[in-house]
């Protein structure tokens, strides 16, 4: 399509204001991680002039890199929330695995193998999404304090799990009906069972769509709260909960929760990043009608 | 040389020399007389007249007598792990981060503290306390809830008549100041634990702009009024006369409503039960925080005490009747635009004050607002010995010391800490100041005010109230009356259950 001069650039401008409203919080996030109170807080708001410093990271890691005005002692502030982002890194990938693992299996079976009430099964595998989680977060408290798995990887890697297979299980379901049952077929004539089909063939085909889901169940892990804060204490915690520690009875530490949040965003971006390829083919898979 | 004298001469010693009235080497010799290490003399005071903290890290070290004996009565209860939910106050923070340590090492106890919001700590008490199931020995009860957990927790006194081998020495409950123990920690005939916070509002003010123009820190509420104007009026809108903490629906909303109603005679509740916070002195409060409202900045109704504090901390206010707890924050110079600028006195006097016995459920009427909460032992803790044992360390004279200095100047709970030398030597401008504190016993003692206690306080003060407030702030009543009448039939809604 022929576009003159003066659409060229109004269309490179309108692209550039997007992408700049979607850009400009999470760069006003970061900016807050690497300033003072002062900065912060000043009237009229400093966009780019401020002094930058290190300080809310030293809080929140337990370094000292010499910039604040106390030693900062590893472990021994309120603020120090390292080992959070840890706990929060462990949970996200195990109740991914776990969630993915099920799903994949769940899936194909949903997607290749007829048997009586299939549709409604799968609507109702989509009905427990339906449920309010603040309805289920206190009866599995109690579950869970009677099977001791309060405070526990374990137990927080298996409520997410649960949480995300769902979603999981219906997506990828799509992404298996969008493979061709032929090429199934015709494997089996050739003698191959079920689960070489599953994962010689059918497998490597939807990688992309659990690149995908993978994905999603990754963030939805590592933002989840409610899981978290009913079924912890003070054993582990993840970033969402932690952050809250900040507003204290006194204020809210705006620059420690930039700094936790700003390191926060990095993990999952790297996740992102890694499945990227298979990712865009994934969420583009089915878009396209044979 | 006794251990309190040795802790006399160094804070002596330190302010002194934090004042530069001595120099560092003569600071040193006197230091290293009390037998102070190296480690002790750089601890950071070089350069910096104003802030920084003053003390000298080994004197803010607990009491070895007490170390030791929490060691021996402690010793059938090593190896247990101890857990308290709490808000992120200075004294939680400072017990957290730089204290239980020390009574981790002396007792073997471990001492694991989750600090969070008030409200996520008041969804896991209630969760405790539905289940009994003891996940927390410890509690952490706000003032407004005190009612409601009262029966939850075990009275300190029984604990002491019931176990004298675990009384600690010299703990003193006399100690805490009785104002506090009436309005924290009494629900009926019962101690709902020991007070272990007090934030109360108390007058802060910009000496600076007040000096500008004449004006003495607000006697009256007239005179806070009419200050207040003439600050906006000169300086707005760069600097307003006042602040306020009106988010609606918050319970910061319904503390500054209390501040004005008990300051204009009014009462939340009458003698007998029912809300009058709609009567003719409610509405004469409503009217002069209407006109108060005026000289406040813009984004008033949609700030907290965070928000509040902020507008002071950057130098948007010149003044408020807040929290003193904010002062310390104030001082320091890394943080606000304000350090040294403030200066702090009692709140102004009420224009008439009903007496307890014509409100109901215990209130107290003050301008001074008192929020404040209680560290209690919890009924269905699996070691409540243990947590016994940790609650009156943390809740001591000697620890009420180090969390005030340590944990940024706040308001202890103890009468003989505010005496402490520790304590007065840091009363000079600089971060974690207690040269407000003077002000705080002063308010606490004459100027107080306190919420009712009964059990639906929790739900009243943080929902319905506030609700009602900011609706009316908002524009939603034709008039205060109309709002106040709204206000009042709710209340006797949520009473009647």
């Not at chain 1, 083919?281 to 089915?286: C, E, V």
């Not at chain 2, 920690?185 to 509002?201: A, T």
């Not at chain 2, 903490?245 to 109603?261: I, N, P, R, V």
């Not at chain 2, 916070?277 to 008033?300: C, R």
Request: hydrophobic share 45%.
């Amino acid at each position: 399509m022929f576009q003159t001069r003066s659409q060229r650039l109004l269309r490179t401008i309108a692209g550039w204001l997007v992408v700049g409203a979607f850009f400009f919080p999470i760069y006003f996030w970061a900016s807050v991680a690497f300033r003072s109170s002062k900065d912060i807080f000043n009237w009229p708001p400093k966009i780019f002039a401020f002094t930058p410093n290190l300080r809310n990271f030293e809080e929140v890691f337990g370094i000292s890199l010499g910039t604040a005005p106390q030693t900062i002692s590893p472990g021994g502030g309120n603020f120090y929330m390292a080992p959070r982002l840890l706990d929060s890194i462990i949970i996200a990938t195990f109740s991914t695995i776990l969630a993915i693992s099920v799903a994949t299996i769940a899936a194909y079976c949903l997607s290749r193998m007829p048997f009586r009430g299939r549709h409604h099964f799968v609507n109702w595998v989509l009905s427990t999404r339906m449920m309010p989680p603040v309805a289920v977060a206190i009866p599995m408290f109690f579950i869970f304090k009677q099977f001791t798995l309060l405070d526990t990887y374990t137990g927080v890697i298996l409520i997410h799990g649960l949480m995300n297979l769902p979603l999981a299980v219906l997506l990828m379901k799509s992404f298996f009906d969008d493979i061709p049952s032929e090429i199934d077929e015709s494997a089996l004539i050739d003698g191959a069972s079920r689960w070489t089909i599953f994962r010689r063939i059918v497998l490597p085909m939807a990688k992309g769509g659990i690149a995908a889901s993978a994905v999603l169940c990754f963030i939805f892990s590592w933002t989840e709260f409610l899981f978290v804060l009913t079924l912890t204490q003070t054993g582990l915690k993840t970033v969402p909960v932690v952050s809250s520690t900040f507003v204290t009875s006194i204020g809210t530490a705006w620059g420690n929760m930039a700094a936790l949040g700003f390191a926060a965003i990095i993990p999952a971006f790297l996740v992102v990043l890694l499945v990227q390829r298979h990712l865009v083919r994934g969420l583009t898979m089915g878009s396209l009608k044979q | 040389m006794k251990d309190q004298d040795r802790k006399s001469y160094l804070a002596s010693v330190t302010d002194r020399y934090v004042k530069g009235q001595i120099s560092r080497r003569d600071f040193m010799a006197s230091a290293t007389k009390l037998g102070l290490g190296a480690g002790a003399l750089g601890m950071g005071l070089t350069g910096r007249p104003m802030g920084g903290r003053a003390m000298a890290q080994e004197a803010l070290t607990p009491n070895p007598e007490i170390l030791a004996w929490l060691k021996d009565a402690a010793a059938p209860f090593k190896g247990t792990v101890l857990k308290l939910a709490t808000e992120a106050t200075p004294p939680s923070n400072a017990l957290n981060s730089q204290l239980k340590k020390y009574f981790e090492e002396a007792t073997g106890i471990t001492v694991e503290i989750e600090i969070l919001p008030l409200e996520q700590v008041l969804q896991k008490l209630t969760l405790d306390v539905a289940s009994n199931l003891g996940t927390y020995d410890l509690y952490y009860i706000d003032q407004s809830w005190a009612a409601s957990f009262s029966r939850d927790v075990f009275d300190p006194r029984e604990q002491t008549a019931d176990k004298p081998d675990l009384a600690m020495p010299n703990w003193n409950i006399d100690d805490f100041l009785p104002a506090l123990v009436d309005g924290i920690s009494r629900y009926e005939d019962r101690l709902v634990g020991v007070p272990y916070d007090i934030p109360v509002f108390i007058m802060i003010y910009r000496k600076d702009i007040y000096d500008k123009f004449n004006l003495t820190a607000p006697l009256t509420m007239n005179q806070l009024l009419e200050n207040s104007k003439i600050i906006t009026a000169e300086m707005g809108p760069e600097v307003y006369g006042t602040t306020g903490q009106m988010k609606s629906g918050h319970y910061s909303l319904e503390c500054d409503w209390t501040a004005w109603l008990w300051g204009h005679g009014g009462s939340i509740f009458g003698a007998d039960g029912q809300f009058t916070g709609n009567d003719a002195q409610g509405l004469e409060a409503m009217a002069y925080w209407d006109q108060l409202k005026a000289t406040m900045p813009p984004g008033v109704d949609g700030w907290t005490w965070d928000g509040q504090g902020q507008s002071v901390a950057q130098g948007v206010a010149a003044s408020m009747l807040s929290w003193g707890e904010f002062f310390p924050y104030f001082d320091d110079a890394n943080e606000t635009k304000v350090s040294g600028l403030c200066e702090v006195a009692v709140p102004p006097a009420a224009n008439s004050l009903r007496t307890v016995g014509e409100t109901g459920f215990g209130e107290i009427p003050g301008v001074g607002h008192q929020g404040g909460s209680s560290l209690a032992v919890s009924r269905y803790s699996k070691s409540p010995d243990a947590a016994w044992l940790f609650m009156q360390w943390a809740t001591s004279a000697d620890t009420q010391a180090l969390i005030t200095t340590l944990g940024g100047g706040t308001g202890p709970t103890r009468a003989s800490v505010y005496d402490d030398p520790r304590v007065k030597a840091n009363a000079r401008v600089g971060a974690g100041t207690t040269r407000h504190l003077d002000v705080v016993r002063e308010t606490i003692a004459n100027h107080m005010g306190s919420e009712p206690d009964l059990p639906e306080w929790a739900q009243l003060s943080s929902d319905t109230i506030p609700v009602g407030l900011g609706k009316y702030f908002a524009g939603d009543y034709g008039s205060a009356k109309e709002a106040l009448d709204d206000i009042a039939a709710q209340v006797g809604e949520v009473m009647k259950g």
